[in-house]
């Protein structure tokens, strides 16, 4: 398995460790303590986490070009 590369401040891990015990709480109704949910939050991390991030660089370069093209329409409407 491979080492996240994502670097979350210490308020931020644990905010993330709190809601996967309260998942497996709620939806499972498992006792589930930290360093369970440190695991479970680093397997998802090391899986998951390049896939989503790189999804979410698309869906920003997506955006960004929709404004920018917006933004060259605006600038050529001032024309005069």
């Not at 809601?19 to 680093?42: K, N, P």
């Not at 899986?47 to 404004?67: F, M, P, Q, S």
């Amino acid at each position: 398995m491979r080492k996240n590369t994502f670097d979350f401040l210490p308020e931020e891990r644990k905010k993330m460790q709190e809601e996967i015990i309260y998942f497996f709480q709620e939806e499972r109704e498992e006792e589930l303590g930290i360093i369970g949910a440190e695991t479970i939050l680093d397997f998802f991390l090391d899986v998951l986490g390049e896939t989503i991030y790189n999804k979410a660089l698309d869906d920003v370069k997506l955006w960004l070009t929709r404004n920018v093209e917006n933004m060259e329409s605006d600038y050529y409407a001032l024309y005069k």
